[in-house]
């Protein structure tokens, strides 16, 4: 069940308005159809990966899968946005429905409670009926409990009863990563700020972000800006300051989702693979696999299996999938491989 904080009919009609916009930008450009598998070889990072290593199928389905998040018994969860569900993948590939009626959630993250966290796309589909869109966007609780922690933007008070930014939309959303205290940075429209209190703030100038991630030590959080990492310092009540470029994604491509390690090394989701950076922003090199991928995570019983989200999927007559023109593909693969690296297992994600 929803929250009981109510969303203003003007703000749900600027909701479905841009959507509706994206849908007509999207059907005017058309959508592409996924490269298909790619032969690909791995060469040595060290401490990273070893070279020859090979990724394995885990799961593939032509209905969506994004937002991955590893889970404490070693298996992981995975947001079907489309069919409204989060399903889940055991440490020997099995997979089920894990949660239903999700509310559109299309990226996910657990926080130190042991609470799922998504970021809730609700009707915003690109592919799907925007115009009719007139459910809010929003960060929210699944589980144990369903609960909305922000479908608006509300900023500080302005001392007359209102605050900064009541009634706009939050846009739709791509990504969230949640800090030990609970305070969650997310992105979609813009990036932004969600304190415990329920205020959401902008962060950051000149930012087109996907992927979204804290350090280990919670002190940097950092944000993909097409082919480049931007990193903000985090002061001690969760604001952000300090904008600045930390590396390069030298592999080219644009940042998608992101992973971090034991070490402190970033993954990072691109159309040539997995690119590596390390704690000082240093780039380390690629890891290429099969498809383009969108989204990383660590898990495993030891967490050093790393799985990627990629675009595409083959179909049951083992030919790649592919939609009618006009149609969005949301096929997708989810590939696993063994890692020398660890995750880090001082947060989900």
């Known amino acids: 069940m929803r929250s009981k904080a109510m969303f203003t009919t003007a703000c749900c009609l600027v909701v479905s308005i841009a959507f509706a916009q994206e849908k007509g930008r999207e059907k005017k450009q058309g959508f592409g159809q996924p490269q298909g598998v790619r032969e690909v070889t791995i060469t040595e990072i060290p401490g990273v990966v070893a070279a020859g290593a090979k990724w394995t199928l885990a799961w593939q389905g032509t209905d969506n899968a994004d937002g991955i998040v590893g889970t404490a018994d070693g298996g992981l969860l995975f947001a079907q946005e489309q069919p409204n569900r989060i399903s889940k993948l055991d440490k ?18 657990i926080d130190s409670k042991g609470r799922i966290l998504a970021a809730e796309r609700t009707c915003t589909d690109p592919g799907g009926q925007l115009a009719q869109c007139s459910e809010p966007t929003a960060v929210g609780v699944l589980a144990p409990e369903r609960k909305i922690l922000a479908d608006h933007i509300v900023g500080k008070s302005t001392g007359d009863g209102k605050s900064t930014g009541d009634g706009k939309s939050l846009g739709r959303l791509n990504d969230l990563t949640v800090d030990k205290k609970g305070d969650v940075y997310f992105n979609g429209g813009g990036t932004f700020h969600l304190n415990a209190k329920g205020h959401v703030s902008s962060i950051g100038e000149n930012i087109r972000t996907n992927g979204i991630i804290l350090s280990r030590d919670e002190k940097t959080l950092y944000v993909t800006n097409g082919g480049v990492l931007v990193a903000f310092d985090v002061q001690p009540d969760g604001t952000v300051g300090n904008q600045r470029d930390f590396g390069k994604l030298e592999a ?29 922003g240093k780039y380390l090199g690629v890891i290429p696999t099969p498809r383009s991928v969108i989204s990383a995570a660590f898990s495993g019983l030891d967490k050093k299996t790393l799985y990627v989200v990629g675009a595409g999927a083959l179909g049951p007559d083992g030919q790649e999938f592919k939609t009618p023109e006009g149609v969005r593909n949301n096929a997708k693969t989810i590939y696993k491989i063994a890692m020398l690296a660890q995750g880090f297992k001082g947060r989900a994600k």
């Open 252 to 280: 080219g491509g644009n940042g998608d989702g992101m992973a971090i390690d034991a070490e402190g090394r970033l993954y990072v989701t691109s159309g040539p693979g997995v690119q590596v950076l390390s704690p000082e």
């Open 92 to 109: 020997n590939d099995k997979v089920y429905v894990f949660l239903e009626d999700t509310h559109g959630a299309g990226a996910l993250t």
